[in-house]
Each structure stands twice: as C-alpha cells, then as structure tokens.
C-alpha cells in the first residue's frame, strides 16, 4: 500500500472512531442523563452479539481459503445471504409486534438489538473479502458513511419519537440496507469452479477460538455497564457512559494505527513492536492532554466539577491505553501457542477481570469501577507480558537445539 493510501485508511479510520464524540453532546441535550445511559446500553449490546452470530466464520475464512477467490465468494455468499435474510424476518417481527402491541417493550428491545446486530455481522465479511482484494480505503470509507448515516438517522428519528426504547431502530434500516445492496454488488456468481468450500463443520473448528476471544472482549466492555446498572442505577450509568467514551476512543484511534504499521511498513515482527509501542504512547499523551484540558464532552453532558471530570477522562485514558496493548499481546500469543491456548489465558483474565468489576460495582460507584479497569489493564497486561516472553525463550531454546 502507499503511503498516501495509508494516511487515509488511518484517517478515516480516526474519523470514524471519533464520531461518538461528536454526536455524544447533540444526543445528551436531547436526552436526560439516565435515558443516554440506557440508549449506549442498547448499542453496544449490538456488538455484543455480533460475534456469536458469526460463529468463526470470519477467522476462518481468513486462515482457511483466503488464498481462494471462488471459495471465499461461495462461502461468504451463502452466509451472508442467509444473514441478510435473518435480519429482514426479525425486522419484521419487530414492526408488527411494535404495532399491534403484541409484545413487552423488554422482548421488542431484544429483537431489536438482534435485528441491528446480523447486519453488522455481514458487513465484517464484507471488510474480508476487501481485504483480500487489498481495497483498505474503500473498507475505510464505507465504515464511516453507514457509522455517520447512524448517527443522523438516530438524531433525527429522537427529534420525532417519545421513549429511548425504539431508539435504534434507524441501525437496522442502514445496516440492512446497506448490507443487502453490497451483497448483490460484490458476491455474485462466476469463474470457474476452484473446488467444493469447505463443510461447515470444519470452518467452525478453525473460527471458534478467536471468536471465542472477541465474544470475551466485547463482554467485558459491557458487563461493567450492566453491573452499574443494576447496583447503582440509571443516573450512574449515563455519568460512567459518558466517560466510558474516553476509554473506547483513545482504543478506537489507537487500534488501527498498529494494525498499519505491523501490517504494511515492517515485515519485521519485532521492529514493528517497538514503533508500534512508541506511536501509541505519542497518541495516549496526546489524546489525554486534549481530553484533560477541554473534557467538553462531560462538560456539555452534565456540566459537574470540572476537576473530577479531568481526573476520571485520565485515569480512562490509561485504562484505554493499556487496552489496546493487551490487544496486540493477545496476538503475539495466538502466534506462539495457537488460537485455543490464547483462548483459554483470555477465557481466565476475563473471570478475574469479572470478580473485580462487580465487587466494584456492588461496594463503590462508578468511579471505583473506573480504577478497577485500570488496575485490571494494568496487571494483566504485564501478565501476558511475561508469558509471552516466557513462551518466545522456550520456543527459541527448542529451534537451536540440534
């Protein structure tokens, strides 16, 4: 890729990254604080479903026959399809239950976030099929129009709507059409015959580990939500939502940054790792400094002490920073022991992290969550810190012997 390209992938990348901080002040002046903690519950939740409803379909694609063009389009195409169709029927079900009244509002929302959350499912096969043609800008951009489109559809359907129940219902009409128009584009039908896709039970087997690991990430993100939720209350869950956003931010700007570097200017691991470490602590002590010094977004959200704000959007900033290397520690240890192994240390740091969360949420509030997650960043970081080391001289002291 070339530099030129580069830049812009990142930069749309960023972009899109920092769009919850864009809307998250037009949204709070529409909604009270208790409502904007509940609607961000919502969408996340739509995350978090996402890839239970991949089942692994991603990693395997990716590791299995990516190396094959037809394969890849037979595969993703069937999945797809039947996604796609999934989320229409829900849909469906959605609008009729909503107007004949025939359901609680606690079943329409979760119909609702499953309806948002298989399109979205979708459109991460598509951004590995681009992946394989190496059309990272267009991955780029098309990510940030249907994020921006979201947004605005949401903005305006609260100018219009009572109630933060039915507010997500603008994703799925983007993410469904968005979907639906790119799968009739993309995988269509042609060349010749490469051999049979693989049987399903064999992609599953390859996909179920990492997916494993990305369901674990995603939990973890929304368990201290729910945990405040229930301990604490509507009220404290908008405040720690909003500064949740400094935590998610910094992660969302950080993330790309090193999947570039590792992926297109080194081919060497190594080399890579040390610059990588290096442009994330720049943009940690950038993005702190900014946050610290305008936290305009809990200023406009709740207007509260403005010390306490810059004190939490720090103490967020670390817990994000260390985030992101937990992250690239993980895959370093996929490379070294495999996918269920790394699994498994993941599976072990998410019930420690679990224990933590909710003693913290069932004995303080949010701000003893908020030191929690750092605390927890921080310690299991230099965990797999340590194994990886371990595993990488182990390794080593086996290849040199004769």
């Known amino acids: 890729m070339k530099t030129k390209d580069l830049f812009v992938v990142y930069g749309v990348s960023s972009i899109t990254g920092a769009l919850p901080f864009i809307f998250a002040p037009v949204v709070s002046d529409i909604l009270e604080v208790e409502e904007f903690g509940f609607y961000n519950l919502l969408h996340s939740s739509v995350y978090f479903l996402m890839p239970i409803l991949t089942l692994g379909y991603q990693t395997a694609i990716r590791s299995k026959i990516s190396q094959s063009p037809f394969l890849f389009r037979k595969t993703i195409r069937t999945w797809g399809g039947l996604i796609l169709f999934q ?9 009729i239950a909503r107007l004949l009244n025939l359901v609680e509002l606690e079943t329409v929302n979760f119909l609702v976030v499953v309806s948002a959350a298989i399109p ?4 991460s096969f ?8 190496e ?4 991955i780029s951009i098309i990510k940030f129009v249907s994020t921006l489109s979201v947004y605005l559809l949401v903005l305006l359907f609260l100018e219009f709507q009572g109630g933060y129940y039915s507010r997500i219902i603008p994703q799925i009409l983007v993410y469904t059409a ?8 993309i995988f269509k039908e042609g060349g010749q015959t490469e051999g049979k896709p693989p049987k399903h039970k064999e992609l599953l087997g390859i996909g179920w580990p990492l997916t494993l690991v990305s369901f674990l990430d995603l939990f973890v993100l929304n368990m201290d939500k729910w945990l405040v939720l229930t301990f604490r209350g509507d009220y404290e869950l908008g405040l720690y939502t909003a500064y949740f956003y400094f935590y998610t931010g910094l992660v969302f700007l950080a993330t790309p940054l090193g999947s570039i570097i590792e992926t297109y ?3 060497n691991k190594k080399e890579a790792s040390h610059l990588r470490l290096l442009l994330y602590g720049i943009v940690f002590v950038l993005v702190t400094i900014s946050l610290v010094l305008n936290s305009q977004l809990v200023d406009l959200l709740f207007g509260e ?15 994000g920073f260390f985030r992101v290397l937990i992250s690239d520690r993980i895959r370093d240890l996929v490379h070294i022991r495999g996918q269920k192994q790394s699994a498994t240390v993941y599976l072990i740091c998410t019930v420690i992290f679990g224990v933590i969360i ?19 960043n921080l310690i299991i970081f230099l965990f797999l810190t340590l194994l990886y080391r371990n595993l990488k001289l182990k390794l080593n002291e086996n290849l040199s012997r004769p």
């Open 358 to 376: 909710y003693l913290a949420a069932k004995l303080g509030n949010y701000i003893h969550i908020a030191f929690a997650i750092l605390g927890f």
């Open 126 to 133: 598509l951004r590995i099929y681009w992946e394989l043609l």
């Open 265 to 267: 200017i080194f081919k």
């Open 87 to 95: 989320s229409v029927v829900v849909s469906l079900i959605y609008a």
């Open 305 to 319: 002490d403005y010390m306490q704000h810059s004190f939490l959007v720090a103490v967020f900033a670390f817990a």
């Open 178 to 185: 968005v979907c639906g128009v790119l799968l009739l584009l």
């Open 135 to 138: 059309r990272f800008i267009s």
């Open 120 to 123: 979205i499912a979708v459109m």
